[in-house]
T-cell receptor, first 118, second 112 residues
Framework: DTGVSQDPRHKITKRGQNVTFRCDPI?????LYWYRQTLGQGPEFLTY????????KSRLLSDRFSAERPKGSFSTLEIQRTEQGDSAMYLC????????????????FGPGTRLTVL | QQPVQSPQAVILREGEDAVINCSSS?????VHWYRQKHGEAPVFLMI?????EQKGHDKISASFNEKKQQSSLYLTASQLSYSGTYFC?????????????FGKGTLLTVNP
């Protein structure tokens, strides 16, 4: 396992369609994050999981967005009824919070899924 | 609140030094630095926890002034491979959620 992987890398869809993205974190990492990045901006937090529990969602995340992490392994991010404003790079990151009693939060990012909504 | 990075862009010749700053209006627990090349994912550089420590590896180092809620990234004797956009991500003090709030980035270009 060499890092966080995301699938697909690119997705082009028509407005109103549903899309689903997948993220596979580094295997021993227990935290998983979703971010969105638009051109010229830094990544923007969407939501995160510790193991299978979704602990926080951004207030910017509309009801059209949902994320899951069954069994605390891979995660999926679904966008329903896509809008042109959803076009962005969707980044997944993972981290291992505790190692031998010491807290870490280095977040390692995947290559991202670039979504284009026509 | 989004941290503020400065400068927005900097152009260097190979071998020159640069400093990138990141400041927040909120009390911080940690500052994370990343470098992102065009079309690629952000790559983790280092994390600094409150306490004013300074970290570094190779020719890249960083400091964190907890009282001023500021962090600086120092790149010395820059190499062509240092080109990219540098982001600071901040984790607020008192929070237990570990989410990062990123600045808008500093575009660093290193020319031969």
């Amino acid at each position: 396992d060499t890092g966080v992987s995301q699938d697909p890398r690119h997705k082009i869809t028509k407005r109103g369609q549903n899309v689903t993205f997948r993220c596979d974190p580094i295997s021993e990492h227990n935290r998983l994050y979703w971010y969105r990045q638009t051109l010229g901006q830094g990544p923007e937090f969407l939501t995160y999981f510790q193991n299978e529990a979704q602990l926080e969602k951004s207030r910017l995340l509309s009801d059209r967005f949902s994320a899951e992490r069954p069994k605390g392994s891979f995660s999926t991010l679904e966008i329903q009824r896509t809008e042109q404003g959803d076009s962005a790079m969707y980044l997944c990151a993972s981290s291992l919070v505790w190692i031998l009693g010491q807290e870490f939060n280095e977040q390692f990012f995947g290559p991202g899924t670039r979504l284009t909504v026509l | 609140q989004q941290p503020v990075q400065s400068p927005q862009a900097v152009i260097l010749r190979e071998g020159e030094d640069a400093v990138i700053n990141c400041s927040s209006s909120k009390a911080l627990y940690s500052v994370h630095w990343y470098r992102q090349k065009h079309g690629e994912a952000p790559v983790f550089l280092m994390i600094l926890l409150k306490g004013g420590e300074q970290k570094g590896h190779d020719k890249i180092s960083a400091s964190f002034n907890e009282k001023k809620q500021q962090s600086s990234l120092y790149l010395t004797a820059s190499q062509l491979s240092y080109s990219g956009t540098y982001f600071c991500g901040t984790e607020r003090s008192g929070g237990s959620n570990y989410k990062l709030t990123f600045g808008k980035g500093t575009l660093l270009t290193v020319n031969p």
